[in-house]
């Protein structure tokens, strides 16, 4: 069974930075595409960026609304996938999730952890 | 980017059978994966390239996808199917992964 284990959330202000971390077991990591999704208060699931597995090229891709701002990478020795969250605003404010990718869909996720960007 | 709609939400009784839209510009072209998202829990995959299910989720999930629209039905819907439903795809366009703005299930 796939688990992953999202930390370092909390408060932050605006402008400020925070680095997310999400421990995977269960699954081959250095084969999986990972993906982190986020949930603002209330609202729908929106699509953060996906990195791919070093064997298929590793490529990173951003959504637009934190291209330049947020950055993934991976330690396969670690099995763990990181989110590096700059220059944060208030509508970042979210429930992150990381999940593993089966082809072009989520198919595990974590439980998600809190980042609030407030003053 | 590739827009994905989907009603805000659907009622319907205990027993009946519930059917979510996702709509999108020739869909039926493209892999349309369904997640159910619970109260307070993160969201679960329940059907995977239009309709397969992934292992435990039982069979009155089911989909389906063709032209501009697709569908979830949830046959004999129970008190427990009541829940928030998101559809996705992957746009190659721009390589980036779109979800639908979610349903919410109540179950009279």
């Known amino acids: 069974e796939v688990q992953l284990v999202e930390s370092g959330a909390g408060l932050v202000k605006p402008g400020g930075s925070l680095r997310l971390s999400c421990a995977a077991s269960?699954?081959?990591?250095?084969?999986?595409?990972l993906s982190w999704v986020r949930q603002a208060p209330g609202k729908g699931l929106e699509w953060v960026g996906r990195?791919?597995?070093?064997?298929?090229?590793?490529?990173?891709d951003y959504a637009a609304p934190v291209k330049g701002r947020f950055s993934i990478s991976r330690d396969d020795s670690r099995n763990t996938l990181y989110l590096q969250m700059n220059s944060l605003k208030t509508e970042d404010t979210a429930v992150y999730y990381c999940?593993?990718?089966?082809?072009?869909?989520?198919?595990?996720w974590g439980q998600g952890t809190l980042l609030t960007v407030s003053s | 980017s590739y827009v994905l709609t989907q009603p805000p939400s659907v009622s319907v009784a205990p027993g009946q059978t519930a059917r979510l839209t996702c709509g999108g510009n020739?869909?039926?072209?493209?892999?349309v994966h369904w997640y159910q998202q619970k109260p307070g829990q993160a969201p679960v995959m329940i059907i995977f390239?239009?309709?397969d299910r992934p292992s435990g989720i039982p069979e009155r999930f089911s989909g389906s996808n063709s032209g501009n629209t697709a569908t979830l039905t949830i046959s004999r819907v129970e008190a427990g199917d009541e829940a928030d439903y998101y559809c996705?795809?992957?746009?190659?366009?721009?390589?980036?992964?779109?979800f639908g703005a979610g349903t919410k299930v109540t179950v009279l």
């Open positions: 269960g699954v081959t990591f250095r084969n999986a595409w």
């Open positions: 999940t593993t990718h089966y082809s072009s869909g989520l198919d595990s």
């Open positions: 020739n869909i039926g072209s493209r892999g």
């Open positions: 996705q795809v992957w746009d190659s366009a721009s390589d980036h992964y779109v």
């Open positions: 390239y239009d309709s």
């Open positions: 990195i791919k597995s070093k064997g298929d090229g590793g490529a990173i």
